[in-house]
Each structure stands twice: as structure tokens, then as C-alpha cells.
T-cell receptor, first 116, second 114 residues
Framework: AQTVTQSQPEMSVQEAETVTLSCTYDTSESDYYLFWYKQPPSRQMILVIRQEAYKQQNATENRFSVNFQKAAKSFSLKISDSQLGDAAMYFCAYTNYGGSQGNLIFGKGTKLSVKP | DAGVIQSPRHEVTEMGQEVTLRCKPISGHDYLFWYRQTMMRGLELLIYFNNNVPIDDSGMPEDRFSAKMPNASFSTLKIQPSEPRDSAVYFC????????????FGPGTRLTVT
């Protein structure tokens, strides 16, 4: 069974600094997608960034980028120039595919605090 | 475009009562998912539909839970009878076949069973 592990329950960063959130996963599949979702106190789940496993290039969305290491099954999220609005729970998620969609498998989450 | 719509946003009920949660997916999306979020178990899939047909309901905790999708624009999750341990945030999400497999979530329903 696939699993997603986020080993950092909480992280803290100073405003304008850079922070990296870790995620590892376990799968025997070769084709899959990985995601980072953000959940602010409003509890809305917001997609931050996605990575296709077949792409070697790391995904980037403005201040958010990932370090995808397929062999190591690692998928970390880097937030640059942290802002107060980045404070939230961050969830790493996995789904495989191959003709049909399945569910997202989530990690337990990392609570990010941003200090002014 | 409107996102995934869920109602109610909050529900407080007494043990033993029937609870119905509602979801309207994004128009044109083929998949609909129901998740439950608790502090202890995190986010877990309950059931998902493809083209209104239930595909995997292995996450439904017990027979007290049931879900339906009578058409492409509406789904319900029902708990009957409700118990205090059902207290959680319930999310509905939808996605489009052939896309990048990302799911778009509704705002969630916070259920409290007393």
C-alpha cells in the first residue's frame, strides 16, 4: 500500500526567509502525481503545486518550488520569501494513475508558522 | 467559475439523529470524492464516484454511512444514526478525467455530534 510521511509536525520561519517542508512516500508504481495542499485556518484545502513523476524537472509556482527525488521517493516543498499568509497546515499527497483516477493519499501534515 | 459547494458549513446534532451532508461538484468534473478529517486520523477517503457511479467505498466506516450521487451535479453523504465519534470535518472534492489528477476541495462541513 502507498504511504505518505511528513516527519515535521511543526515548522517555523521568519517572514521573508525560506523554509523547506519534507515529504517522503512509498510506492511500487512508476507513474504517479504528487501534490502539496495548503490548509489555512479557514480549513479550505488549496492546491499549491503538483509534480508528475515522469517529469524530471522540478515544478515551480511563484514562490513555491519542489525538490522531487524519484529514486529517493522524496518530495519537499520550498517556500521562498515567506509571507504571513503562508501560515497554514501543509499536506503532501500522492495519487497513482493508469487508466483511472484513484484517491489522494495524504500525509499527516506540517503546521507552518510565520513570524513577523 | 464556482468551486465545489458544500452545505451546511456547520452542523450540530444529537446522537442518534440522521445527518445529511450535501455537495455540488465543479461543472464538467467526472469524479467526486468524500473525505473525512480528524485530528487522530488526518484526512481519509470515505468513498468516490466516477460518472455518478460509486467506485470505491472501502473507506466508509460502517453501515451507518451511505453516499449517493443521483446526478452529475449533486451528491449526499448520510449518517444514520449519528454518534459522537462521527464528529469531524467532511470534505467533498471533484476532479476531471484526463486532467492532471488534482482534486478541488469544497470548504468542508464541520459536524459535531453531542
Amino acid at each position: 500500500a502507498q504511504t505518505v510521511t511528513q516527519s515535521q509536525p511543526e515548522m517555523s520561519v521568519q517572514e521573508a526567509e525560506t523554509v523547506t517542508l519534507s515529504c517522503t512516500y512509498d510506492t511500487s508504481e512508476s507513474d504517479y502525481y504528487l501534490f502539496w495542499y495548503k490548509q489555512p485556518p479557514s480549513r479550505q484545502m488549496i492546491l499549491v503545486i503538483r509534480q508528475e513523476a515522469y517529469k524530471q524537472q522540478n515544478a515551480t509556482e511563484n514562490r513555491f518550488s519542489v525538490n522531487f527525488q524519484k529514486a529517493a521517493k522524496s518530495f519537499s516543498l520550498k517556500i521562498s520569501d515567506s509571507q504571513l499568509g503562508d501560515a497554514a497546515m501543509y499536506f503532501c499527497a500522492y495519487t497513482n494513475y493508469g487508466g483511472s483516477q484513484g484517491n489522494l493519499i495524504f500525509g499527516k501534515g506540517t503546521k507552518l508558522s510565520v513570524k513577523p | 467559475d464556482a468551486g465545489v459547494i458544500q452545505s451546511p458549513r456547520h452542523e450540530v446534532t444529537e446522537m442518534g439523529q440522521e445527518v445529511t451532508l450535501r455537495c455540488k461538484p465543479i461543472s464538467g468534473h467526472d469524479y467526486l470524492f468524500w473525505y473525512r478529517q480528524t485530528m487522530m486520523r488526518g484526512l481519509e477517503l470515505l468513498i468516490y464516484f466516477n460518472n455518478n457511479v460509486p467506485i470505491d467505498d472501502s473507506g466508509m466506516p460502517e453501515d451507518r454511512f451511505s453516499a449517493k450521487m443521483p446526478n452529475a451535479s449533486f451528491s449526499t453523504l448520510k449518517i444514520q444514526p449519528s454518534e459522537p465519534r462521527d464528529s469531524a470535518v467532511y470534505f467533498c472534492a471533484s476532479s476531471k478525467a484526463g486532467g492532471s489528477y488534482e482534486q478541488y476541495f469544497g470548504p468542508g462541513t464541520r459536524l459535531t455530534v453531542t
